[in-house]
């Protein structure tokens, strides 16, 4: 560290119980004393509790076809199993994707129509077989994962659906959560309508075998989610559809970091019908861009700021679980129908990212091994507020692109300021914390924005604590521009 860098650590140190004094002056002042950071405010009312964080937040999804072609979701993998349980005790995996609906099930005996290929699919049709179910339910019981199941609706063969969810049932036990028919049918269906006359064969065959149901595991449509529940929600366990920020070809690191507003416009929709009818809803398949994520920003750290973002912001509207997409980058691209040869070459580090989808918030495979990718850290700081409840809250974020959150666990106030801003530190004033003191201080950050190796979640480094006010009811920290605080404060005996 130079001496430049060090002593502007020790002018921030020295700035900050100075701020938390002079905030009580008003913005001006604390603006002034700044300099070129920005001034934010953040006030907390812990006296208005609002939305409980479902213990499931942070989940993870992944292609029928890596189930298929094994080695990878496997209880061998220890390390694979160790990064799930330390992300999620208490996950829900999913199994579905693309390629769910173009598998047949290897025991199914009935007949089955000439396999015609759709120019994004397979030549022949994926084959799923017991010993691929068996791999995955001993994975799921070394993780204690639960399990999200999808059916091929596309080949039209309700029978062939319900032997195979029956099969799932059988082998995964109390794991399987829920079964869906179809992905994403308003890709190959023309309307909902016509959805839903393909879908209520597979329901009524599925529903006779006493395997619960969820869906629709729709694309975008969040008028299908909507019917559906008024509709079909008595007969699911669950409410679902997708969500990515946009398509590969137009992602950036300051588009992710942008954030969509009009999403969660859709969001609080769907959560009123959701409520309603008693049932938890989850974006079953999720991340940042679509066609396999955006090299250079969905595999880099502003994919972790995104993910905990956008994790904190659903949580705050109610939503159970999001279920970020990944794997392999050779079956994630199968899924799009297309081929792909990695370079393999530098160090282990580099191959496992190599190997693995752009957007996977896990690196690596069976053979190489495996490692948290950026976006997996952004989740972990989103799953430490599973089980607690949102709070009010008020955030003057003084122009920066900043967003916090809060959230009471017993006497615990737990805090997370994300900076997205790609220029400005924030200096922020937490207010509403009177009798608490800071017992934790993590922060997420990585050398730049675009880096994909570095990202850190962890206790904040000498002279970037959390300095209390001599009045004890404020308390001000400086969150350096792209990165992220993760804030415990508690209540003094």
Not at 94 to 99: F, P, V, Y
Not at 164 to 176: E, N, P, S, T, Y
Not at 227 to 236: H, L, M, S, T, W
Not at 292 to 300: I, K, L, P, T, W
Request: aromatic share 8%; hydrophobic share 45%.
């Amino acid at each position: 560290m130079t001496d430049l860098t060090r002593r502007r650590l020790l002018q921030a140190a020295a700035l900050a119980p100075l701020a938390v004094a002079c905030d009580a002056w008003g913005g001006k002042a604390l603006r002034k004393l700044v300099g070129q950071s920005a001034a934010a405010t953040f006030r907390i009312d812990a006296d208005k509790p609002g939305r409980a964080v479902a213990q499931t937040l942070a989940g993870l999804s992944y292609e029928t076809l890596q189930v298929i072609e094994g080695g990878y979701l496997s209880a061998r993998n220890t390390d694979l199993v160790k990064l799930f349980r330390e992300l999620n005790p208490h996950g829900v995996l999913r199994i579905g994707g693309n390629s769910s609906d173009w598998t047949v099930w290897g025991e199914y005996r009935g007949a089955i129509a000439a396999y015609k290929p759709d120019g994004r699919g397979p030549t022949t049709p994926y084959v799923l077989r017991r010993e691929n179910i068996e791999e995955l339910a001993g994975f799921l019981r070394a993780t204690g994962w639960k399990l999200i199941f999808g059916v091929n609706l596309k080949i039209g063969l309700p029978d062939m659906g319900a032997q195979l969810a029956a099969a799932v049932r059988k082998i995964c036990g109390d794991a399987l959560l829920a079964i869906q028919i179809g992905n994403e049918a308003n890709n190959f269906e023309p309307d909902y309508a016509a959805f839903i006359e393909a879908w209520l064969p597979y329901a009524k065959a599925i529903r006779a075998e006493g395997i619960p149901l969820g869906g629709p595991d729709t694309g975008a449509n969040t008028d299908w989610v909507i019917a559906y529940a008024e509709r079909y929600g008595k007969d699911n366990v669950l409410l679902s559809r997708h969500y990515y920020r946009g398509g590969e070809k137009h992602g950036s690191i300051r588009d992710l970091l942008s954030g969509d507003p009009g999403f969660y416009a859709q969001v609080d929709e769907i959560m009123r019908v959701a409520d309603a009818r008693s049932l938890p809803f989850y974006l079953s398949e999720a991340n940042s861009y679509w066609s396999g994520g955006r090299d250079g920003v969905s595999n880099a750290f502003a994919s972790a700021l995104w993910g905990a973002d956008y994790m904190l912001a659903l949580a705050r509207r109610g939503v159970a679980c999001i279920d970020f997409h990944g794997g392999t980058l050779a079956v994630d691209q199968a899924s799009l129908g297309k081929t792909v040869h990695p370079h393999m070459g530098g160090d282990l580090t580099a191959r496992r990212d190599a190997v693995t989808a752009y957007y996977g918030p896990i690196a690596g495979d069976g053979t190489l091994g495996f490692q948290p990718a950026p976006l997996y850290h952004g989740m972990q700081l989103a799953q430490r507020f599973a089980g607690a409840r949102m709070l009010s809250a008020r955030l003057d974020d003084g122009g920066a692109n900043l967003t916090a959150y809060a959230a009471q666990r017993g006497d615990d106030v737990l805090v997370a300021l994300i900076n997205k801003d790609i220029h400005r530190d924030v200096m922020v004033s937490l207010r509403g914390l009177h009798g608490r003191i800071p017992t934790h201080d993590m922060r997420l950050t990585a050398p730049a924005l675009d880096a994909r190796r570095g990202t850190v979640f962890g206790t904040a480094a000498a002279g970037m604590r959390v300095v209390r006010g001599g009045d004890g009811k404020a308390f001000a920290l400086r969150v350096s521009r792209g990165s992220a605080a993760w804030l415990v404060f508690r209540r003094q005996a």
